[in-house]
C-alpha cells in the first residue's frame, strides 16, 4: 500500500480519495476548504495545514483541482510543490486543464527527475463514486505503469492517449463532444414536449433510434424521466454548466492554436455561457434544458 498526498476534495476529488482509503492506502488530504478535510479525516484521512505539509513522506501525489492556474500555482514556482516533492515520487495530475499547462508542469517535474503523468478523468461524480472513472492519460509509459494500479481503483478504464499534454487534449475533445450532444438532446425533447410528446416516451424512442446517445440513455436531461441523474434532483450535483463551460473554452484554446475549425463547439459554449450568465452557473449542466425551453 502506498502512502499518498491527496489535494482537492471537490465533488470529483473527494470520492476518488475516499476509495484509495477503501483500498488501504494511507492518505494525508488538503484542501481549501475545511469542511472537505473534515469529511476525509472521519473516512480515515490525515489531515495537512498546507499541500506543502502533505508531502511529509508521500510516495505519490495526487491532484485534482478546478482550472490550470490553480494546478500551475500549485507546482510551480520557488514556493511550488515541484521543487518540494522528494525524488522518486510519482505525481498524477487528475485535474482538466489546458494541454500547455500540463506540458508545463510536466517539464518541470521531468527537470527534476520526477515522474508525473496528466491524467484527467471521464464519468462524472457518479463515476468517482462507483469507481468507474475513465483515465485519460498522458504521459511517459514508465510512469503510467507506476500510477496504474493506483488509478485501477479509482477507475475501471485507463487509456494511454500519448505523451504529456495528450491526456489533456483527449479530454477537451471528449468533453466537447459532451456539451454539443447534452444542448442538443436538451433541444430534441424540448421540441418534443412542446408538441405534446410524453419526455419518457420521447427518451424511449429515441434510445432505440438513430438519435441514441449517452445524455438520453444515462444522463436524461429531463426532470421526470430518469431516477439517480441530476434532473431528477433539481440539477443538483454532478458536473456544473461553469465547469462545462472551462472546459469548452479550452477546446476554443486548443482550436485556436492549430487553426482548428470548431463551429459546434463554439455554438456549445455561447449556450452555456448564455446559461451561466443566467445564474445557472452552479447547476449540473444538463440544466441547459431550461435555457432552451425558456427560448
Not at 92 to 111: F, N
Not at 198 to 224: C, H, Q, T
Not at 264 to 277: K, T, V, W
Request: hydrophobic share 50%; glycine share 12%; proline share 4%.
Amino acid at each position: 500500500m502506498s502512502h499518498i498526498a491527496f489535494i482537492g476534495l471537490g465533488n470529483m476529488g473527494a470520492p476518488m480519495a475516499q476509495n484509495l482509503l477503501k483500498a488501504g492506502h494511507t492518505l494525508t488530504v488538503f484542501d481549501l476548504q475545511q469542511a472537505a478535510i473534515d469529511k476525509a479525516v472521519a473516512a480515515g484521512a490525515r489531515a495537512a495545514a498546507s499541500a506543502a505539509a502533505a508531502l511529509t513522506g508521500a510516495e505519490v501525489v495526487i491532484s485534482m483541482l478546478p482550472a490550470s492556474q490553480h494546478v500551475e500555482s500549485l507546482y510551480l514556482g520557488e514556493q511550488g510543490l515541484i521543487a518540494r516533492i522528494a525524488p522518486g515520487t510519482l505525481v498524477i495530475d487528475c485535474s482538466t486543464i489546458s494541454p500547455a499547462s500540463a506540458r508545463k508542469v510536466a517539464d518541470a517535474a521531468a527537470a527534476r527527475g520526477l515522474d508525473m503523468i496528466d491524467a484527467p478523468v471521464s464519468g462524472g461524480v457518479g463515476g468517482a463514486v462507483a469507481g468507474t472513472l475513465t483515465f485519460i492519460v498522458g504521459g511517459q509509459a514508465q510512469a503510467l505503469d507506476r500510477a496504474r494500479p493506483l488509478l485501477a481503483q479509482m477507475g475501471k478504464n485507463i487509456f494511454h492517449a500519448g505523451g504529456s499534454g495528450a491526456g489533456q487534449t483527449a479530454k477537451i475533445c471528449n468533453n466537447m463532444l459532451l456539451g454539443i450532444l447534452m444542448a442538443g438532446t436538451a433541444e430534441a425533447l424540448a421540441l418534443g414536449v412542446a408538441n405534446g410528446l410524453d419526455p419518457a416516451v420521447l427518451s424511449d424512442i429515441m434510445s432505440k433510434s438513430s438519435g441514441r446517445n449517452w445524455a438520453i440513455e444515462l444522463y436524461n436531461p429531463f426532470p421526470g424521466v430518469m431516477p439517480n441523474v441530476p434532473a431528477a434532483n433539481g440539477y443538483a450535483g454532478g458536473f456544473g454548466v461553469d465547469l462545462m463551460l472551462k472546459d469548452l473554452g479550452l477546446a476554443a484554446e486548443a482550436a485556436m492554436s492549430t487553426r482548428a475549425s470548431i463551429p459546434l463547439g463554439e455554438m456549445a459554449r455561447n449556450l452555456y455561457s448564455m446559461h451561466s450568465q443566467h445564474g445557472a452557473g452552479g447547476l449540473d449542466f444538463s440544466s441547459i434544458l431550461q435555457l432552451v425551453q425558456k427560448r
